[in-house]
């Protein structure tokens, strides 16, 4: 078992940034695979960003690319998400997802560790 713990959200003014940080406490998770959702009132959770275990590959979901950025630090076990130029509809619970197979994948399914999530509010 893997436990996962957001911190970072807060709530921003449009055109501003946030990181989020996610670390696996007593853990490592050097090999897995790791990926950001996040999930607004009334909708599905949808991907964000994942990036494989050894931090080659990252894919970004359309609507950040550009804005955010994700990167790890395997020796800290900790992974950020450097979000710019945040949008009302960037508003969301962000949740930080470990994958053990390593590929980093769009697919929720993929992941089996989540974490608790944080808030992410952008006001206009």
């Known amino acids: 078992q893997v436990q996962l713990v957001e911190s970072g959200g807060g709530l921003v003014q449009a055109g501003g940034s946030l990181r989020l940080s996610c670390t696996a406490p007593g853990r490592t998770f050097g090999t897995y695979a790791m990926g950001w959702f996040r999930q607004a009132p009334g909708k599905e959770r949808e991907f964000v960003v994942a990036?494989?275990?050894?931090?080659?590959?990252?894919y970004y979901a359309d609507s950040v690319k550009g804005r955010f950025t994700f990167s790890r630090d395997n020796a800290k076990n900790t992974v950020y998400l450097q979000m710019n130029s945040l949008r009302p509809e960037d508003t969301a619970v962000y949740y930080c997802?470990?994958?053990?197979w390593g590929l980093g994948t769009r697919s929720a399914a993929q992941y089996d560790y989540w974490g608790q999530g944080t808030q992410v509010t952008v006001s206009s």
């Open positions: 997802a470990a994958d053990p």
């Open positions: 990036i494989t275990w050894t931090g080659e590959n990252t």
